[in-house]
């Protein structure tokens, strides 16, 4: 079909790039067999909302469709027959932007006992809403159209003019009346951030499986990487403060969809649970349950803290299933090349090095490409690590024939576990301390900066190359001496 302007559109195809600038549309829908003379048959219009423009950058919001801009399919020149996908592209929109609506956030966290409070924004002239009661969604637009100049699609953060993000609020005040979902919803999100997979990743490797660990770091790398860069992307914003509560304020600058911290909790899951028959000896039933509930927990979380849209939580599922079932048939080639073949470091070092300079650029700082350097240098460091463990003969890797029984969890058995865990993360982290500070220092000498501008660091010539040295250092760490380390303490 065409629009009013004359431009064709397919309606099908376009339902994503018009999901952030279209408006909320309800479509009345006509048996067209049926119709009588003289009664035109409604024809819903794509409507792009008039922008606030500044330095470029344009935020498309929600308003509502006066009369006047609704078309018959009679009366506008531009068409000649009914168009037969309008119902369903419309009904598609309206479901990506009912998915994508902050006010599903917040009814979220309101049933889940979290509640924005007066005094939840502290800038001069905005308006309040009165203690433990809920945001309407129509002054959250407002509130959005009023800051609309200033900033980009990401409507948390404005820009200022040295071109860093800076956060456009203090952090909201909120009331919590359950303290049970508040902490499981917390320590859910916390399973989904990098810090977490950095300590616990080596932890399969040192106690359990270091088959299981390469697996999951290679899975872990490639939705991450790939969820990341869809975000820098497609730029959609995350929901905005009102009407959701906002818990973290870390990565606020960072883009909304998809959510990666749903892509991290999918893949990391079930590459367990597709890995882990071949190599250890389970019920596959209470694994799936347990891979399930890990996963919808930290996708819950991702709505609880309001960093996400559930539109968000959903791609990054679906992204994270899609990228499973396309990868699973290679798995085994990817573990001979990663091990047997000669130029394996070589690849292992080059291309995650590679792909941390060519990430998109923003037209502000943003930690998304920091955090992305830092997943492809763990998984450099430890892609070399297995290959030099495979060429020193030394994998440990369960002995016997596979798959093997799950160790016995024995007092013993659960102390020599801790000790290793805490050996392990001490070395862990003091390697990131000392190699981050050399690196910093060569580089800071290198380009000519003063050791006290910390904000240098966020400067890709920086930033990459520092991140990458580091968390490539730490992957050698884990998966080459630490486990020696434990065979000379007697841990292992």
């Known amino acids: 079909m065409t629009s009013a302007q004359g431009h064709k559109i397919n309606l ?9 600038t279209q408006p909320r549309i309800k479509v009345t829908h006509t048996n067209y067999h049926s119709r009588k003379a003289g009664h035109p048959t409604p024809c819903p219009a794509l409507l792009r909302t008039p922008v606030a423009r500044s330095s470029g950058r344009t935020c498309d919001l929600p308003a509502p469709i006066s009369p006047s801009t609704t078309q018959s399919c009679s009366e506008d020149p531009h068409l000649s027959a009914p168009c037969a996908c309008a119902p369903f592209s419309a009904v598609t929109l309206e479901l990506l932007a009912y998915l994508q609506d902050p006010e599903l956030v917040a009814r979220f966290q309101r049933r889940c ?17 009165p203690a433990g009661d809920p945001v309407p969604a129509d002054k959250s637009r407002e509130h959005l159209r009023a800051r609309c100049g200033h900033q980009d699609m990401n409507s948390n953060f404005r820009h200022k003019e040295d071109g860093y993000a800076d ?20 320590i859910s999100a916390g399973l989904g951030h990098e810090v977490f997979y950095i300590t616990c990743l ?32 497609l730029k959609l914003p995350r929901p905005p403060s009102p009407p959701v509560v906002k818990l973290e304020t870390r990565v606020d600058a ?31 039933e209470v694994g799936l349950l347990i891979a399930v509930t890990l996963s919808s927990l930290v996708c819950l979380s991702r709505l609880y803290t309001g960093m996400h849209s559930v539109l968000d939580v959903v791609c990054g599922v679906l992204i994270s299933g899609v990228i499973l079932f396309v990868t699973y048939p290679c798995w085994e080639t990817i573990d001979r090349f990663q091990l047997h073949s000669p130029i394996s470091p070589i690849m292992a070092l080059t291309v995650p090095l590679l792909l941390g300079y060519t990430y998109p650029e923003l037209g502000h700082y943003s930690t998304t490409r920091g955090d992305t350097t830092t997943i492809l240098g763990c998984l450099a460091g430890s892609s070399v690590g297995y290959w030099v463990n495979e060429r020193l003969g030394q994998t440990f890797e369960p002995q016997g024939v596979l798959p093997v029984p799950l160790p016995t969890l024995t007092a013993k058995a659960l102390a020599a576990g801790a000790a290793r865990s805490l050996v392990g993360v001490v070395a862990l982290v003091g390697t990131r301390q000392v190699v981050k500070t050399l690196s910093l220092q060569v580089l800071y000498s290198w380009y000519r900066v003063p050791k006290t501008d910390d904000s240098a660091r966020r400067r890709k010539e920086i930033e990459v190359p520092y991140k990458f040295v580091t968390y490539t250092a730490v992957g050698l760490v884990h998966s080459i001496l630490c486990n020696r380390i434990f065979i000379l303490l007697g841990l292992l």
């Not at 099908?12 to 952030?20: E, W």
């Not at 040192?206 to 490639?222: A, E, G, I, K, Q």
């Open 12 to 20: 099908p195809s376009a339902c994503c790039k018009y999901l952030v």
């Open 113 to 129: 006992g979290l509640f924005l409070v007066e005094g939840a924004r502290q800038s001069g002239g905005r308006s309040r809403a």
């Open 167 to 186: 956060g456009g609020c203090r952090r909201p005040q909120y009331e919590v009346r359950n303290w049970l979902l508040h902490f499981l919803f917390l």
């Open 202 to 233: 080596p932890c399969i490797h040192w106690s359990l499986d270091p088959f299981l660990c390469r697996r999951l770091v290679n899975m872990w790398t490639l939705v991450m990487y790939v969820g990341q860069v869809m975000k820098d992307l």
């Open 254 to 284: 960072e883009y909304g969809l998809p959510s990666t911290h749903a892509m991290a909790a999918t893949a990391i899951s079930f590459t367990v649970l597709l890995s882990a028959p071949s190599r250890i000896q389970f019920q596959f």
